[in-house]
């Protein structure tokens, strides 16, 4: 990410690494005010509370994780051109910090959540969710007018490629493989697994 330009973003920088590290239950404003190196009152110049800088670090986080980049992966020429610099910002280190946060609130951080926070957190989800399979679609559809893959669904198969490229970041820490391995891997299955062609 860029170097924060205000006491605001070193508020959300904070916020990002501390909720990835102790998750949001854990986690007080105190703690973010020490990794921000500012007083605990700062913080509510700015946010209203630890929900609200919850959603907001994700939404800043997900706004520099794609800043640009998704823009320049679109106007890229080509589907293998498209494909190979799609895979490699999804595995980049912000968006597995990003889907490492997501994991923790899943799986077992959710309930320190307010009702109306959950809920904005899940609309934010969705959003994401929908967005990145859009893209996976784009990608996917150029494949098959290039006559590069045959998937007769880009939509379902933008999904199945979204789903693998979740559970890559959700066990990334636990299995520490090796992110070439798995690049390659991904490359098989959307060229030979959704992307299959039929035997004429």
Known sequence: MA???DKEEIILFAAISVFKDKGFTN??????????GLAKGTMYEYFKSKDDLFIQALKFQAKHIDENTLDAIMNESGFINKLNLM????MRKEAATHSIIMKSLFLNDSAGLKPETKREFHNFMEEMREKAIRIWADIVEQGVIEGIIGSSDAGFSAACIFS????????LDAQKEDVTEFKSKMLDFILNGV???EVQ
């Open 3 to 5: 170097r924060p330009k």
């Open 164 to 171: 693998l490229m979740m559970v890559y970041h959700q066990f």
């Open 195 to 197: 992307g299959y062609h």
């Open 87 to 90: 895979l490699d910002f999804t």
């Open 27 to 36: 986690t007080t404003i105190q703690d973010i005010a020490n990794g921000a």
